[in-house]
């Protein structure tokens, strides 16, 4: 495929996991990606390679989030952008057991962060654009997680807060909402078959996902084809905790 010959991606968190995935299947469809790393150069440069051996072209760029975005666009330059894909985030503590620099860390690199990503990309960014934000599914179901639920859920007003204001240039911005997702993140899946057959009982398609799942999705809203939709959420989690299967339900 090769809708987006010719494009420019930025996937932050692109070495593993979801962000990978979305940095390897833009790539497949035609887009220069540009694979950003927080810490482990090893990583992102095997997304490179493997992209590159593929027939794509990638490159890296390095910058934690901690303490702000300039390291990010100090190695982005005036490179032109495409499609924006703020992926890179932490884990969060539950109620009562996070302290306050903790607190802030997590806000800063899922929240803070992608707020002034944006912000500084925007002069980069062509006309026609596209913006795509990954949250999570924890936002519309009660989980322990709850510092991790509350930075997803202001990623989601994020996009539809700013849609109108990006409508005029034509840059739409959605938002990608996973459920669980058989990453690094979830490393306790292949080491819990009974939690991660409940999970899977628990989602209409029987299963866990996947992160090519939500590349694909992600594919989807970087397309022409998605020209008319902004300011929202979209959620792939396989149908995650919708409710009980039919068999469930007494008739």
Known sequence: MTDL??????????????????????????AQVIV????????????????????????TVQAAFEDGVDALFDGLGETRLDILVNNAA???????????ADFDRVFAVNVRAPYFIIEHALPLLND????????????????PDIVYA????ALDTLGFSLAPQLGE??????????GVTETDMNAWIPHAPEAAEL??????QGRIGQPADIADAVALLAREDSRWIT?????????????????????
């Open 90 to 100: 932490i884990l969060g503590g539950r109620f009562g057991q996070v302290d306050v």
């Open 150 to 153: 509350m930075t997803k859920g």
């Open 199 to 204: 999970v899977a009982a628990f989602t209409a």
């Open 36 to 59: 950003h790393y927080a810490g482990n150069e090893a990583l992102a440069k095997e997304v490179v390679a493997g992209i590159e051996r593929a027939g794509g072209q990638a490159r």
């Open 5 to 30: 010959s010719g494009k420019t991606a930025l996937v932050t968190g692109a070495s593993r996991g979801i962000g990978r995935a979305i940095a390897e299947r833009l790539a497949a469809d035609g």
């Open 169 to 178: 240039r034509g840059i739409t911005i959605n938002t990608v909402s996973p």
């Open 231 to 251: 300011g929202h959420v979209l959620d792939v989690s396989g149908g995650y905790f919708l409710g009980p299967k039919s068999d469930a339900i007494p008739v």
């Open 128 to 143: 026609g654009g596209r913006i795509i934000n990954i949250s999570s599914a924890v936002v519309r179901i009660a989980l």
